[in-house]
């Protein structure tokens, strides 16, 4: 890791690559015309990745999302030169550069990426803005997917020898998680109590504190040993709490609830902050107006200025690891979940958690299915 903080602190690039995908990246505040070029020359797209309050306060999320969580934007004074490209990017993330002077759609894709890095969501964009931290600089980052001579996404194999050949330092998102992992906590458990309840045993309640909030976790029997069903259930107040007939939610508590009872041993992590998929309560019910003039869920949100989902589940995962659960029975028709968690190192099966569609969810939930990829069985 002190090779790539003194590689970056110079001005070089890093390469960071998982199974299936490489990418070079650099902190924004760092980026050079010649590390554009190479870019330009051997990647895709061009991200530069940022958390979401740096995107609020700089104005861009006034432009709508593309394609989930990236946002197309250029400027409408620059050229499209490899250094007028990086100048752009370096005014951009100071605050440089007024939204009225953006084109939007362009060519470089702003991206939300979570501030806790890797341990909080296990992705490109999260490790670029871990490596820009790592150096002492802004918490953003420019970055790009490595493309082989004949076109083809690079894999781990092609990623290492395109470092070596450039000296360039490189890494895998696995090692900069487990690095992380040695070093941080992000999460605190702070109590433990026993939680009696009407309709599903006796539990036994941990509170967290984490960077995105205080987390109920409940716990039944010795959950370090075997399977362990697992529900990791999004924060939702008009599903949970008021039964609202709009959503899945707060079905999908009750049956995941019913199932750690019946086999006596389990986990449910009740993410808050998760609200609306992430845009808050007040948020939500905005989207909820939206839904009655005719968008769906996912355009309602990026109506309202987010993207479609700004969840991610690192946080759970920590506190997966934290309980000593290492092997997890997942409750979920959500695939990114499962996905996350592998990168933490759990070894995940799913177990389907589907309930019955009302005339009420049944938009919702095909959305769901077609736009979010969710595993769901909902027919016509």
């Not at 890093?14 to 650099?26: G, P, R, T, Y």
């Not at 050949?165 to 070093?183: A, G, H, M, W």
Request: proline share 4%; glycine share 8%.
């Amino acid at each position: 890791m002190d090779d790539i903080i003194g590689a970056v602190k110079q001005g070089k690039p890093v390469v960071i690559f998982d199974e299936k995908k490489a990418v070079l990246c650099i902190p924004a505040e760092s980026v050079s015309g010649s590390v554009i070029a190479t870019m330009m020359k051997n990647c895709d797209e061009i991200r530069v990745a940022m958390p979401w309050v740096t995107i609020s306060k700089i104005g861009l999320n006034r432009f709508h999302f593309y394609g989930g969580n990236v946002i197309p934007i250029d400027f409408r004074k620059n050229g499209s030169s490899a250094e007028e490209r990086a100048t752009f990017i370096r005014d951009l993330i100071k605050g440089k550069v007024h939204p009225d002077d953006i084109v939007c759609p362009g060519r470089i894709f702003v991206e939300e990426a979570k501030e806790g890095g890797v341990l909080e969501r296990p992705s490109f964009a999260e490790a670029c803005l871990d490596i820009a931290r790592m150096a002492g600089l802004k918490v953003t980052g420019v970055y790009s997917t490595i493309i082989t001579p004949e076109g083809e996404i690079a894999d781990s194999n092609y990623a290492i020898e395109f470092a070596e050949s450039r000296d360039l330092p490189f890494i895998s998102i696995n090692d900069l998680i487990f690095y992380r992992l040695k070093t941080e906590k992000l999460v605190e458990k702070v109590v433990t109590a026993t939680l009696p309840t009407k309709f599903y045993g006796v539990f036994q309640a941990v509170g967290y504190r984490t960077p995105i909030g205080e987390i109920l976790t409940v716990v039944r029997g010795d959950v370090s040993e075997g399977r362990v069903f697992v529900r990791i259930h999004s924060e939702c107040l008009t599903g949970d709490v008021f039964h609202s007939l709009r959503c899945d939610c707060g079905d999908q508590l009750e049956k995941a609830l019913k199932i750690i009872d019946k086999e006596g041993k389990g986990v449910a992590i009740y993410m808050r902050g998760h609200e609306g998929r992430g845009i808050g309560l007040i948020h939500k019910l905005m989207a909820y107006k939206l839904q009655e003039k005719g968008k769906d869920t996912v355009e309602a949100n990026i109506e309202l200025g987010f993207p479609p989902d700004m969840r991610s589940y690192g946080i759970a995962a920590q506190i997966l690891i934290d309980l000593g659960v290492k092997e997890v029975k997942l409750m979920t028709n959500n695939p990114l979940k499962i996905e996350e968690l592998e990168k933490y190192g759990l070894r995940v099966k799913r177990e389907p958690i589907e309930v019955e569609p009302s005339e009420e969810n049944y938009s919702y939930l095909k959305v769901k299915k077609e736009k979010m990829g969710h595993l769901l069985c909902i027919n016509d």
